[in-house]
């Protein structure tokens, strides 16, 4: 059985950055292959002629043999694909043209966001399509190296930019791990309740949705329990007194945070 890379060559398929994907890909995805699912590209190459692109859509078409495959771009697309495949034209972070395809397909299966690489877009598009993903599913962010970039909206001389895509994602990791915060005023999110892996590769960023049934082996409402009865009112106390310095502590922080952006 080919390869995610071995159907590219076999195709033609020379965008050597998306080379340095398939053995991420074919890792994670190669048990979906011959099931019915739904798939969603963000970006279909080409730039602004509309013969041109749909490279990797051709071979996601192959590799999942039996998937809906759907894929917007920016500028409208006249490509000769298979019938399994539908092309929608717009902005990726237009919720109403998102809302038509998902109209169109249901849930996903697996979401690939190979857009425009700017950080607000991938941010925004997450933000609008992870819910509309399936449990078990997959969400791919390519080409997050403009992270870095300031063209981009990235930054590459603040890394602590909260504005970047790759910054956001790691947000992600945190509040995948909410029942895990020693923080009375914490609470879980739709993320902390939907996340249960995030990962990480160059330029590229993987995350599952599931089911986040994960709980503390040492917290209890994300507070550390007194153990004894000895001045245990007193003991109380203190520790109500810690976390609420701790809380402002955090929220000096994030004013400080904003002022270096």
């Known amino acids: 059985m080919e390869t995610l890379e071995e159907i590219a060559l076999r195709l033609g398929h020379r965008k050597q950055e998306f080379f340095h994907f398939f053995k991420h890909y074919d890792s994670i995805l190669s048990h979906l292959r011959f099931e019915r699912i739904n798939f969603l590209e963000i970006g279909i190459g080409g730039s602004k002629d509309p013969k041109d692109g749909g490279h990797s859509l051709k071979i996601w078409s192959e590799y999942f043999s039996k998937a809906s495959l759907y894929a917007l771009d920016l500028y409208p697309k006249d490509l000769e694909l298979n019938s399994r495949t539908k092309i929608f034209q717009g902005s990726q972070i237009d919720k109403k043209?998102?809302?038509?395809?998902?109209?169109?397909?249901?849930?996903?299966?697996?979401?690939?966001?190979?857009?425009?690489?700017i950080n607000f877009h991938q941010i925004e598009t997450f933000k609008i399509l992870f819910p509309k993903l399936k449990n078990g599913g997959y969400y791919f962010i390519e080409d997050v190296q403009t992270s870095y970039y300031l063209s981009d909206g990235g930054d590459?001389?603040?890394?602590?930019?909260?504005?970047?895509?790759?910054?956001?994602?790691?947000?992600?990791?945190?509040?995948?791990?909410?029942?895990?915060?020693?923080?009375?005023?914490?609470?879980?999110?739709?993320?902390?309740?939907?996340?249960?892996?995030?990962?990480?590769?160059?330029?590229?960023?993987?995350?599952?949705?599931?089911?986040?049934?994960?709980?503390?082996?040492i917290l209890v409402n994300n507070q550390k329990p007194i153990k004894g009865q000895s001045l245990l009112a007193l003991r109380k106390f203190l520790k109500i007194s810690k976390y609420n310095f701790h809380y402002i502590r955090s929220k000096i922080y994030y004013l400080l945070d904003l002022f270096k952006i």
Do not use: W
């Open 97 to 117: 043209v998102l809302a038509n395809i998902h109209n169109i397909s249901g849930d996903f299966d697996i979401i690939v966001d190979d857009g425009s690489h």
């Open 156 to 217: 590459g001389f603040y890394l602590n930019n909260k504005k970047t895509a790759i910054n956001f994602f790691k947000t992600l990791i945190d509040r995948m791990h909410q029942v895990e915060h020693e923080n009375p005023y914490s609470k879980p999110d739709y993320y902390s309740k939907n996340i249960t892996e995030i990962i990480f590769v160059p330029n590229l960023i993987i995350v599952k949705k599931n089911e986040n049934k994960s709980k503390s082996h």
